[in-house]
């Protein structure tokens, strides 16, 4: 990865970070199975959307956070050699250890000037049990915290919807509720191809805020019944 900042223009970083919520409470009704195998099936279509794309290099990695917070997948690895490993449910739900984790992944360095916006995708059906607002302000205290594409997915009516609203920082913007588990597969695809491909696109002047940056809702099938 060491010749990426200093690289061709049309060869620049795209930041990808998943940030799941793998407390106790995702074991119930086949949260946990639904959310591993969503971001699984995901992984295609995000490699389709990186070839698409010429102008950017897509990078993932993944954060889980219950109790605590920690790297599930800790280099940023190029998403033609992503593969997901499944993850289990334990302990709380500590949000803000897997903000400020991440925020000190978007400081300059580690994170090259010459990157495009990292996005920040987090999914959770919970609230968090621990202080998230020093997460949100740790993350906006980085110039690419505050430049990320955010989008946020709920999982089931008992995801505290409040919170990832605040975390998408646009108040036009709302969290994605997915209430079933092929709800839950087209969220996670939507938030890792549409998101990427905001990302990758040049901002007027080439700063300002990208949380702002408003994407058009997936359309989900309300063909199965509500599980969560």
Known sequence: MSDI??????????????????SSSMSYNGKMGALNYAVREAVPHMQDAARDNATASLLVRVVTFSTGAEWHTADPVPVHEFGW??????????????????????ETPPMPERAMRP??????????????HAGM??????????????????????ADRSVLKEFLVNPELEPILAKSPKQLAQA???????????????????????????????????????VW
């Open 137 to 158: 302000r740790a993350l906006e205290a980085t110039p690419w915290g505050r430049r990320a594409v955010r989008v946020a997915v709920a999982i089931g009516d008992d």
């Open 85 to 106: 490993q499944d993850v289990e449910p334990s302990g709380g739900t500590d949000l803000g250890a897997a903000l400020s984790l991440v925020a000190r992944e978007l």
């Open 119 to 132: 996005v920040l995708a987090l999914v959770s059906d919970g609230m968090p049990t621990d202080n998230w």
């Open 5 to 22: 900042p200093g690289g061709p223009m049309n060869t620049r970083p795209v930041h990808f970070f998943w940030l799941l919520d793998c």
């Open 188 to 226: 996670i695809r939507w938030a890792s191809t549409l998101a990427v491909k905001a990302a990758s696109t040049p901002m007027a002047g080439g700063s300002g805020t990208a949380a702002t940056t408003k994407l058009p809702p997936p359309v989900l099938t309300a063909q199965e019944p509500d």
